[in-house]
């Protein structure tokens, strides 16, 4: 599998303020890049995902910004709020029948009130 | 999106015993897959599972510690065997392609399995 880079290993944000994960990846060929969030004891959650052929979605209080030159893609969460807290995975995959997915190491958000 | 429940949630094992994990998925979906997250880790995918065929494994993965069954489009199984305390982990069952769904990209995932190795 090839590698996503996933950046910082935790954050802690301001209630109200904007959460920023980053992720790299070294496969061009990749072209799904969707965002999960973990909540402890549950499974991943779908949060947001993007194709390449765009360079911005937002859905709510949450946006990915997709950089396809510098092979760079990042989740944006606006206005934070303590209930985000979470463990947020970013993850690329390659179009095909398996369809695989490959995650980034994982992102401690707190959010303080 | 589907609903993905695995049996069972939890469970705490004996060192050399295998532990069989069901995934049931409320809806016909073209691929299963078999995660592992280790505490506090990232997910690592351990194999695909195949209706009607062998699962694909990943590398690191044997089917021998890793036995997947796929019996039809809504069920899987994947056994833990001969276990030891390095096995303790969370195993994710994840769905993907599901027929009618708005995009056939999106994977979902169970809640998972906490396997403690004593």
């Known amino acids: 599998q090839q590698q996503v880079k996933q950046s910082p290993q935790s954050l802690i944000v301001q209630k109200g303020g904007i959460s920023i994960i980053n992720c790299a990846y070294e496969?061009?060929?990749?072209?799904?890049f969707p965002w999960y969030q973990q909540f402890p004891g549950k499974g991943p959650a779908l949060l947001i995902a993007i194709r390449p052929d765009v360079s911005e979605k937002k859905e709510g209080r949450f946006t990915i910004s997709f950089n396809k030159s510098a092979k760079q893609f990042s989740l944006h969460i606006m206005d934070s709020q303590p209930g985000d807290s979470a463990t947020y995975f970013c993850a690329a995959s390659t179009s095909g029948s398996a369809r695989q997915l490959t995650f980034g190491s994982g992102t401690q958000l707190t959010v303080l009130p | 999106s589907a609903v993905i429940s695995q049996k069972p949630s939890r469970d705490i094992c004996q060192r050399g015993t295998s532990l069989t994990i069901q995934c049931q998925v409320d809806s016909q979906v073209t691929m299963m897959f078999w995660y592992r997250q280790q505490p506090g880790q990232s997910l690592t995918l351990i194999a695909t599972?195949?209706?009607?065929?062998?699962?694909?494994?990943e590398s690191g993965f044997v089917i021998d510690k890793f036995p997947i069954s796929r019996p039809n489009l809504t069920f899987s199984t994947l056994t833990v065997s001969n276990m030891s305390p390095e096995d303790s982990s969370i195993y994710l069952c994840?769905?993907?392609?599901?027929?009618?769904?708005?995009?056939?990209?999106?994977?979902?995932f169970g809640p998972g399995t906490r396997l403690t190795v004593l």
């Open positions: 496969n061009t060929a990749f072209d799904y």
């Open positions: 599972a195949n209706q009607g065929s062998e699962a694909t494994y």
């Open positions: 994840s769905v993907g392609r599901i027929a009618l769904a708005a995009s056939t990209d999106t994977q979902y």
